[in-house]
T-cell receptor
Framework: GAVVSQHPSRVICKSGTSVKIECRSL??????MFWYRQFPKQSLMLMAT?????????EQGVEKDKFLINHASLTLSTLTVTSAHPEDSSFYIC??????????FGEGSWLTVV | AQKITQTQPGMFVQEKEAVTLDCTYD???????LFWYKQPSSGEMIFLIY??????QNATEGRYSLNFQKARKSANLVISASQLGDSAMYFC?????????????????FGTGTLLAVQP
């Protein structure tokens, strides 16, 4: 069964609004989680590292004020896309490490901004 | 800088045959980890297999095996006895550091993927 759960799996929002995506580790604690973005027919690109109890670490070129990350507990990280625009439409997916040699991903979230 | 290269954008294989998906990598680190993931059309990323840079034996997980050639910096995935359900996108990925306590960041760098189509 899934060890990392992501919700919602699909979301549509209006341009200018904000949308929150949750990533949960189901049976283990994750001090760090990672958020990736994937455009159609492309590879996954790391957006940021979510750190429990501290600020997220963003990759170069990722707007931290647009993509707000909160890691309030050892099992939950949230990604909020603020003031969403159509170009933010994408597949967002999170990962967490249960054992050192297995990195699990959530089911992913398809965001469509209209 | 680390880099993963998958040179096969797409491949066909007949059902029940074996297929090799290529992956080469570039890193100056001595300690690193290599992963393969399967991504069906639903989008989820399914972990398949892991190989650490210090592992002396090639990793195997059921029908999946990893042909690790360290000197050539290649980590090809071999799928034996292909099934129709194996049709999906396959990604090779690399993490710096082989163990959590050895400084692994758990950030992954991905290749561009190979789309595998299994034909009946």
């Amino acid at each position: 069964g899934a060890v990392v759960s992501q919700h919602p799996s699909r979301v549509i929002c209006k341009s200018g609004t904000s949308v929150k995506i949750e990533c949960r580790s189901l049976d283990f604690q994750a001090t760090t989680m990672f958020w990736y973005r994937q455009f159609p027919k492309q590879s996954l690109m790391l957006m940021a590292t979510s750190n429990e109890g501290s600020k997220a670490t963003y990759e170069q070129g990722v707007e931290k004020d647009k993509f707000l990350i909160n890691h309030a507990s050892l099992t939950l990280s949230t990604l909020t896309v603020t003031s969403a625009h159509p170009e933010d439409s994408s597949f967002y997916i999170c990962s967490a490490t249960k054992e050192w040699n297995t990195i699990y991903f959530g089911e992913g979230s398809w965001l469509t901004v209209v | 800088a680390q880099k993963i290269t998958q040179t096969q954008p797409g491949m066909f294989v007949q059902e029940k045959e074996a297929v090799t998906l290529d992956c080469t990598y570039d890193t100056s680190d001595q300690s690193y980890g290599l992963f393969w993931y399967k991504q069906p059309s639903s989008g989820e990323m399914i972990f398949l297999i892991y190989q650490g840079s210090y592992d002396e034996q090639n990793a195997t997980e059921g029908r999946y095996s990893l042909n690790f050639q360290k000197a050539r910096k290649s980590a090809n995935l071999v799928i034996s006895a292909s099934q129709l359900g194996d049709s999906a996108m396959y990604f090779c990925a690399m993490r710096e550091g082989t163990t959590y306590y050895g400084g692994a960041t758990n950030k992954l760098i991905f290749g561009t993927g190979t789309l595998l189509a299994v034909q009946p």
